[in-house]
């Protein structure tokens, strides 16, 4: 029965009686919770069982340990909480991600192959992982049976486990994905992990782990995705990184203590196509072979999604068993931090930040033609910024802020279409910055911190530039403002005309004709004396409102 990814909700009585038994019962993304389905305690032929992203949010009845031989358990993304404290013996595939779960890590059958118990509230240390075999426990890091193979997917991630790393990595020889990383792990990297040799995929991100590289890790020349990033890892970045892992395409050594300069022999990695060694202690200069990434070079995106099949031999039918997985990198990615997952099939970045490198941008960056994120700020980088920068046209971000870049922004930038992100701030960058939409659509902080920088969309004028509000006015301007001043000039002149003409009159008027010169001081006079007698009513009315409060002037 299949019903998974649909909206269906499972309304059943406690009493109802169920007429079927089934084999495989799928309801993932149906509504089930929020009690955990007790209808399927009676499914006694029951081998694979998927209720994941079903809304339960309850603890996991005891009867549940008693359900038939369930091969395939997924349970994943609920919320379901207590404790797991083992996984029965017939189980080859479990995923208790996405919960609640809490206490000690649950025993692990040897038969189990795909294990993810990541994202939840596991607390202990590795010692409490085991292998339940015959119904007989015991603990990895003892002599174990000769028969037995371990896990080939083991993702404990994103939990709440302590203490060091226990070296018994060997007994789980069969291992191709290993995930430990947003623990509190401490102690140094156990030399025993160069023992799984199949080992494709290891992260060990953000923990607490010190010390080198061991050396071992050159033996797992199958490894494509190594993600060691935010933990305390010091010493110099090895060589033999490049020289025996020549399948590696995804490098992450991010927020560490490594010292010293790169090593050549990292050109070799053909297949990488994201790299990500900021926030460490690097020295020297970028080597110059950087355009050996091919797989930054050619067009396309990269494998991400990874399906593997069992070689173990002690499958009857090896072929029927497999597992897989999507890689997931957190990159920095126009001044934020985001995930990648499926995307990051066409994430091609390099991140060298916050390092110690100096001297000039090699040549060679310039011909990673499909290279979208380059960040090289805060470092000591000097020199000028190579004028072929512009043939990086599928570039989305580039930080070059906080160097000690000099002299011109090359103007062949303006063509970088695609950029979305730049910052050029805290340099020694001088000139003009150039004209194109592109450049001049960035904020102004984009290239603060340059003060020989000049022109949109910084406020410096650049010298023989005008400013736009004292621009030359048009011809047609001209004409205007011309016609505008002679009617101006016209105006004055019939109003003075008209002034003189009508004072002359009136005056002229009463000089020579008497009588109306006498009518004209009869008026004169009435009208004085209509004045003093509206003053006297007024100030008599003002003197009754302020009743004698104020004195009158």
């Not at 080939?152 to 203490?163: A, R």
């Not at 091919?294 to 072929?319: C, F, N, Q, W």
């Not at 001209?478 to 505008?484: C, I, K, L, V």
Request: aromatic fraction near 12%; charged fraction near 15%.
């Amino acid at each position: 029965m299949d019903t998974s990814y649909n909206h269906l909700i499972f309304k059943f009585s406690s009493v109802w009686l169920r007429p079927f038994q089934s084999q495989e019962l799928y309801l993932s993304s149906c509504k089930l919770g929020p009690k955990f389905p007790s209808w399927i305690q009676n499914q006694n032929t029951l081998n694979e069982l998927d209720i994941s992203h079903s809304q339960i949010s309850d603890t996991i009845p005891i009867w549940f340990w008693n359900v038939s031989m369930i091969f395939h358990l997924n349970l994943s993304s609920n919320n379901l909480r207590g404790n797991f404290p083992y996984i029965n013996n017939y189980t080859e595939v479990i995923d208790l991600s996405s919960n609640s779960f809490d206490g000690p890590l649950p025993q692990i059958p040897a038969g189990c192959r795909e294990i993810n118990l990541s994202q939840n509230k596991f607390s202990g240390t590795l010692l409490s992982l085991g292998i339940v075999e015959d119904r007989g426990f015991y603990v990895l890091d003892s002599s174990g049976s000769s028969g037995s193979t371990g896990p080939t997917f083991l993702d404990i991630s994103h939990n709440k486990l302590f203490g060091e790393l226990p070296d018994f990595w060997m007994r789980l020889s069969f291992l191709g994905f290993l995930n430990l990383g947003y623990n509190n792990f401490s102690g140094r990297i156990p030399p025993s992990l160069g023992n799984i040799i199949p080992l494709q995929t290891l992260i060990l991100r953000n923990n607490k782990l010190h010390g080198g590289l061991p050396e071992s890790l050159r033996n797992c020349s199958s490894l494509g995705f190594v993600d060691l990033g935010l933990n305390k890892l010091s010493g110099k970045v090895p060589s033999w990184i490049g020289e025996d892992l020549p399948h590696l395409y995804a490098l992450i050594l991010k927020s560490n203590r490594f010292y010293g300069s790169l090593p050549y022999e990292i050109c070799q990695l053909s297949n990488l196509h994201f790299l990500d060694l900021s926030m460490n202690r690097i020295t020297g200069s970028i080597p110059t072979c950087f355009d050996n990434f091919t797989a930054m070079i050619r067009k396309g995106k990269e494998v991400v999604e990874h399906i593997y099949y069992s070689d173990d031999p002690l499958l009857s039918s090896p072929s029927q068993y497999s597992y897989s997985y999507v890689d997931k990198v957190l990159a920095r990615w126009k001044g934020q931090e985001y995930e990648y997952g499926s995307n990051f099939a066409y994430l091609k970045m390099i991140d060298l930040s916050t390092n110690k490198l100096t001297g000039e941008i090699p040549i060679g960056i310039t011909r990673l033609l499909e290279l979208k994120g380059l960040n090289l700020s805060n470092n000591r980088y000097y020199g000028k910024i190579p004028l072929e920068i512009g043939e990086l046209k599928v570039l989305e971000s580039l930080d070059l802020s906080t160097n000690k870049f000099s002299g011109e922004i090359p103007p062949s930038m303006s063509g970088l279409s695609f950029l979305a992100f730049l910052n050029l701030s805290n340099n020694h960058l001088s000139g003009k910055i150039p004209s194109g939409t592109q450049l001049q659509g960035f904020n102004a902080s984009t290239y603060e911190g340059n003060t020989g920088l000049c022109g949109k969309p910084l406020t410096n004028i650049c010298p023989g530039d005008k400013p736009a509000d004292r621009d030359t006015p048009s011809s047609s301007e001209d004409e205007n403002d011309e016609g505008n001043s002679e009617y101006k000039t016209w105006l004055c002149i019939g109003g003075v005309l008209g002034f003189s003409t009508s004072f002359w009159g009136i005056i002229g008027t009463l000089v020579l004709n008497r009588r109306w010169r006498h009518a004209y001081y009869l008026s004169l006079n009435n009208l004085k004396e209509r004045i003093y007698v509206a003053m006297a009513v007024r100030i008599g009315r003002l003197q009754r409102n302020f009743r004698g409060d104020h004195v009158l002037g």
